[in-house]
């Protein structure tokens, strides 16, 4: 485990496969950790130096008193690349994760080069909705909402009860910090990125699950189409998180998009 502390927090992340390689980051969506990539970088770390981070109240990272702006997320990673001495990287990102990384390449289009978007987009959801989600959370706790999530998250098929990795994923989900979780809401409520996105002009693949709950396809296209030479693919037999349903075909469209736009 590596840790570093950065804007104040601490981070937690790891930095994997090849050492000389061109850099890939992924950033994770709400109530996960960078654990969610697991079966995806393997097949990556042959050509990529791979960093992984947990966010600011995700996984082992610190939690801050809520609310958060995306601002906060956009800054701690740009400091923890910074810390690597990275200079130039792609951003994988999911979900808010997506939103980290279009904020990122706007700050920074010195240091982002090529961009892949899972089930993501420029705005997601209404303040109404954040706000009666944040409520929730800190009135009653994430399990409250545990089950309609993983109804996004997930395919019926993959939300069996005899399916283990289900289980672990919902434990993942209900054990995320209550200010981490509500403090991301509220940076997703006041988030829309739709003018800065439009300006990006780094290589972008957009990616969705043809099941997604989330950030349906078609968000995901819209996402898609405000970016310029933007590719979109779904991903058959996936929800919100098709790293995890999917990873093989979830691996190949990003390392074969990323190869064909080195840093």
Same mark, same amino acid.
């Not at 996004?152 to 981490?180: E, H, I, K, Q, S």
């Given at each position: 485990? #590596?840790? #570093?502390?950065?804007?104040?927090?601490?981070?937690?992340?790891?930095?994997?496969?090849?050492?000389?390689?061109?850099?890939?980051?992924?950033?994770?969506?709400?109530?996960?950790?960078?654990?969610?990539?697991?079966?995806?970088?393997?097949?990556?770390?042959?050509? /990529?130096?791979?960093?992984?981070?947990? &966010?600011?109240?995700?996984?082992?990272?610190?939690?801050?008193?809520?609310?958060? @702006?995306?601002?906060?997320?956009?800054?701690?990673?740009?400091?923890?690349?910074? @810390?690597?001495?990275?200079?130039?990287?792609?951003?994988?990102?999911?979900?808010?994760?997506?939103?980290?990384?279009?904020?990122? #390449?706007?700050?920074?289009?010195?240091?982002?080069?090529?961009?892949?978007?899972?089930?993501?987009?420029?705005?997601?959801?209404?303040?109404?909705?954040?706000?009666?989600?944040?409520?929730?959370?800190?009135? &009653?706790?994430?399990?409250?909402?545990?089950?309609?999530?993983?109804?996004?998250?997930?395919?019926?098929?993959?939300?069996?009860?005899?399916?283990?990795?289900?289980?672990?994923?919902? #434990?993942?989900?209900?054990?995320?910090?209550?200010?981490?979780?509500?403090?991301?809401?509220?940076?997703?409520?006041?988030?829309?990125?739709?003018?800065?996105?439009?300006?990006? &002009?780094?290589?972008?693949?957009?990616?969705?699950?043809?099941?997604?709950?989330?950030?349906?396809?078609?968000?995901? @296209?819209?996402?898609?189409?405000?970016?310029?030479?933007?590719?979109? &693919?779904?991903?058959?037999?996936?929800?919100?998180?098709?790293?995890?349903?999917?990873?093989?075909?979830?691996?190949?469209?990003?390392?074969? /998009?990323?190869?064909?736009?080195?840093?």
């Amino acid at each position: 485990m #590596a840790f #570093a502390r950065v804007n104040g927090v601490v981070i937690h992340h790891a930095v994997r496969g090849r050492a000389d390689g061109p850099t890939v980051v992924f950033s994770n969506s709400l109530g996960t950790d960078f654990r969610i990539w697991d079966a995806v970088t393997p097949a990556l770390e042959r050509d /990529f130096r791979i960093v992984l981070y947990d &966010k600011r109240g995700h996984g082992l990272s610190e939690a801050t008193p809520q609310p958060y @702006r995306l601002d906060d997320h956009v800054g701690d990673l740009e400091a923890l690349l910074a @810390r690597l001495g990275v200079t130039r990287t792609a951003v994988v990102g999911l979900s808010v994760g997506g939103m980290i990384a279009q904020g990122l #390449a706007a700050r920074r289009p010195d240091l982002v080069s090529t961009l892949v978007l899972c089930d993501t987009a420029h705005k997601i959801g209404t303040a109404e909705m954040w706000n009666q989600r944040i409520a929730t959370v800190n009135e &009653k706790g994430i399990a409250a909402l545990a089950g309609p999530i993983m109804e996004r998250w997930f395919t019926p098929a993959y939300r069996r009860t005899d399916n283990a990795d289900f289980a672990g994923y919902t #434990a993942m989900l209900v054990r995320t910090d209550r200010d981490g979780y509500a403090g991301t809401c509220a940076a997703l409520r006041d988030a829309d990125l739709t003018e800065s996105t439009r300006a990006l &002009k780094q290589p972008t693949l957009c990616l969705v699950g043809d099941q997604d709950g989330s950030t349906p396809q078609e968000l995901v @296209r819209s996402l898609s189409e405000l970016i310029e030479g933007a590719r979109f &693919k779904i991903i058959d037999d996936a929800g919100h998180i098709p790293n995890i349903e999917q990873p093989e075909i979830t691996a190949q469209l990003i390392g074969n /998009f990323l190869r064909r736009h080195p840093n």
